[in-house]
């Protein structure tokens, strides 16, 4: 069965500094990778999406992702955090019924 | 703009009582996820529907919860009897499933309170 696991549930950045969240995934077929985010009280919206196209991804507000297979990485970056950039983040990989599972999440704090 | 609608937004019942959460698809979605999210669990799948068809319930309780497609414009989620556990935020998301994965589309949630 396909997993995956966000390292740190915490991460604060100061504004302007880079921004890195951890995800690595486990599957056993070549795996379909998805970052979300969920701004307070509301619902999760898509970021970016691997599905194996090309390595590096870029999503929307400056996010990208580079799926690494070697090291079974997803991680999420943007060079430059800032306050709108505060929320939860959810990586998920596609299972084999092709519906997402999803990772417990890290909330996202901008410090001024 | 195409987005999945929720209702209620906010429920705030007493427990024993009978729940039941709407959720309208994006039009030409065939496919409807209902996700549970809590602070303990984070998000977990309870149920999806393809075609309304539901297709896999297993992480549904099945002693109080129940899942239906009416028709392909309303999913319902209903809880009978409430209980004080119950309490957190379901998401319906809808989406159309390509061959290998269906990427999701999140309506904003309801907001379940059960005293």
């Known amino acids: 069965a396909q997993s995956v696991t966000q390292l740190g549930s915490h991460v604060s950045v100061s504004e302007g500094a880079l921004v890195l969240l951890r995800c690595n995934y486990s599957s056993s077929v070549p795996p379909y990778l998805f970052w979300y985010v969920q701004y307070p009280n509301q619902g999760l919206q898509l970021l970016l999406k691997y599905t194996s196209a090309a390595t590096l991804v870029k999503g929307i507000n400056g996010f990208e992702a580079e799926f690494k297979k070697s090291e079974t990485s997803f991680h999420l970056t943007k060079p430059s955090a800032h306050m709108s950039d505060a929320a939860e983040y959810f990586c998920a990989v596609a299972g084999s019924a092709r519906q997402l599972t999803f990772g417990s999440g890290t909330q996202l704090t901008v410090l001024p | 703009d195409a987005r999945v609608t929720q209702t209620p937004r906010h429920k705030v019942t007493e427990m024993g009582q009978e729940v039941t959460m709407r959720c309208q698809p994006i039009?030409?979605?065939?496919?409807v996820f209902w996700y549970r999210q809590t602070m303990m669990q984070g998000l977990e799948l309870l149920a999806y529907?393809?075609?309304?068809?539901?297709?896999?319930d297993s992480g549904m309780p099945k002693d109080r919860f129940s899942a239906e497609m009416p028709d392909a414009t309303l999913a319902t989620l209903k809880i009978q009897p409430s209980e004080p556990r119950d309490s957190a935020v379901y998401f319906c998301?809808?989406?159309?499933?390509?061959?290998?994965?269906?990427?999701?589309?999140f309506g904003q949630g309801t907001r379940l309170t059960v005293v």
């Open positions: 039009l030409g979605h065939n496919t």
């Open positions: 529907f393809r075609n309304r068809a539901p297709l896999d």
């Open positions: 998301a809808s989406g159309f499933p390509g061959p290998l994965y269906t990427e999701a589309f």
